[in-house]
């Protein structure tokens, strides 16, 4: 077993189910026994608490892992308004720092885990700053990433053009997640075929549509053997 795997997850576009995905992967990691660890670098959204500000998305991670870490550690950039990272940073009087994001990352994955998972925010090319993108995050990393496609209208174009985007960038496609965002898609299994054909990179799972919204459950759906390869 390799152990130590890291892997940026990015979306086809913001509310997509990328937390979802991620929780559902590392359950199925868990359940096979590996330990699990997870970032979520930058959140927007979050809410005043009597422990300071919290994400939801990043709460739900840090509750799907077996590797438990200070949440500070687990959300380096808390922004309280549910705007864009960078316009919320600037109203806070907040720097978005790539490096800083790196170096954070890099703790998480000399941790011991053998599954880490580093959560994006909203699509591939997310501004940081004037001249910064969430998508230098993975290149400095050099990590693989994993996309998760909301099946809805239009879900094949913003696909390919995110895994373009992926490989011009130089980092490998290692899977990516069917996520039906929402009920009754149109030629459902027709759009999953031509994504299957086209994106260079495994299908890991396909997860229906829930109003429940169970990571746990979903974690059935998944297949993550080509991102833990034996």
């Not at 940026?8 to 992967?25: H, N, P, Y």
Request: aromatic share 4%; glycine share 8%.
């Amino acid at each position: 077993m390799v152990l130590g795997r890291s892997y940026f997850v990015a979306g086809t576009d913001t509310e997509v189910g990328k937390t979802f995905v991620s929780a559902a992967l590392l359950t199925a990691a868990a359940n096979v026994g590996l330990q699990t660890a997870a970032v979520k670098p930058v959140a927007s959204g979050c809410e005043q608490t009597e422990y300071g500000l919290r994400n939801e998305d990043a709460l739900l991670l840090q509750e799907a892992v077996t590797l438990h870490l200070p949440y500070q550690q687990v959300n380096p950039f808390a922004l309280e308004p549910a705007i864009a990272p960078h316009i919320a940073a600037i109203e806070a009087g907040k720097q978005l720092n790539v490096s800083r994001m790196a170096g954070v990352c890099r703790g998480v994955m000399c941790a011991g885990a053998d599954l880490v998972l580093i959560e994006g925010a909203g699509g591939w090319r997310t501004p940081l700053g004037p001249r910064a993108f969430l998508s230098q995050l993975p290149r400095e990393l050099n990590t693989p990433v994993i996309l998760v496609v909301g099946m809805q209208l239009g879900c094949i174009n913003h696909a390919l053009l995110t895994a373009e985007a992926i490989r011009h960038d130089g980092l490998p496609l290692a899977g990516w997640v069917a996520n039906f965002v929402r009920p009754g898609m149109a030629r459902a299994e027709e759009n999953l075929a031509t994504l299957e054909a086209l994106l260079p990179a495994p299908l890991l799972g396909v997860l229906p549509h829930s109003e429940t919204r169970d990571y746990r459950e979903a974690a059935q759906h998944l297949d993550i053997r080509p991102l833990i390869p034996s």
